[in-house]
């Protein structure tokens, strides 16, 4: 890795803000640990962070998401989820809003959450249609925090992000625009944040390689999972982001995901469109 890469690892390394993961997901875990039945309980504490619980009964109650019933309290889906799904969702969506970023100029934070939600979402609906049901949460989580770098860019290196962005608006690949202005990837700085805050490391590993699944040694169905469904928002333009516009799309996930071939997967890809748009037209902050 060149200088400019090492000096924004040491930067990363050197945020206090980052030292730590935010309390409510110790709190939640550690009840469902103790008190694994008691959803009453579980559903007050998390109540007591509207933001939170607004945040979960909107996914729950999306499309892609895919309950068979409307969620209208989030102690009905804690029953109707369980308490390792909303723990999951509890997990993304504080991890995201620890890193929350103000709007710059042709990039919102509800973009970037509508894209990290479909992603999410998708991811866990496929991984279940595709026969890889063991993973559907893991892909979930993975899906919800794949592009935690883009935050650490947006809020703590503001400056390069808008240098990242006038760059690709003169006709650079984001990628390239990362490299030049930061030296290492949006992808990677994930993979450094997930390492930092010790959390799982098939997340370490979906947030480094989710454009390069093929490269995974451990994980490389969940990585797949979370590659095709973050392409589709670029294929159905729904939820898409710049970062991901010019990136290639990595073959190798159609035998990975046990594709007969490249039509039936993208037979497979057309049966989300519609709902990949009911679902962005669903989400709120």
């Not at 959803?39 to 009964?57: C, F, N, P, Y």
């Not at 068979?68 to 989820?81: A, D, N």
């Not at 799982?200 to 995974?216: F, I, Q, T, V």
């Amino acid at each position: 890795m060149e200088q400019k890469g090492i000096n924004t690892l040491n930067k990363l390394d050197g945020l206090r803000s980052l030292a730590s993961v935010p309390k409510i997901i110790f709190e939640v875990g550690q009840l469902i640990r103790t008190e694994p039945g008691n959803v009453k309980k579980l559903a007050r504490m998390i109540e007591k962070d509207q933001g939170l619980t607004t945040k979960i009964l909107s996914i729950a109650n999306s499309p892609l998401y895919g309950l068979q019933r409307k969620v209208p309290s989030l102690e009905f889906g804690l029953m109707v989820m369980g308490s390792e799904e909303v723990s999951k969702m509890v997990t993304a969506i504080s991890l995201s809003e620890s890193l929350k970023f103000q709007s710059i100029e042709n990039f919102t934070y509800i973009d970037y959450w509508k894209h990290c939600m479909l992603v999410g979402t998708a991811s866990k609906d496929m991984s279940i249609r595709l026969g890889f049901s063991d993973i559907s949460s893991e892909a979930f989580l993975s899906g919800m925090l794949h592009d935690i770098g883009i935050q650490v860019i947006a809020q703590y290196f503001n400056k390069e992000f808008k240098d990242i962005l006038n760059l690709v608006s003169s006709g650079k690949k984001f990628y390239a625009a990362e490299q030049e202005v930061l030296g290492v990837s949006h992808a990677y700085m994930g993979k450094v944040l997930a390492q930092k805050w010790k959390l799982p490391d098939y997340l370490s590993e979906a947030l480094e390689l989710h454009h390069h699944p093929s490269k995974s040694e451990n994980n490389k169905v969940l990585c797949a999972i979370v590659h095709l469904a973050d392409s589709m928002t670029q294929e159905f333009r729904v939820g898409d982001c710049i970062w991901d516009k010019s990136l290639a799309f990595d073959g190798d996930i159609i035998e990975i995901l046990n594709f007969a071939s490249a039509e039936s997967m993208a037979v497979f890809v057309s049966e989300y469109n519609e709902i990949f748009i009911d679902t962005a037209d669903s989400i709120t902050l």
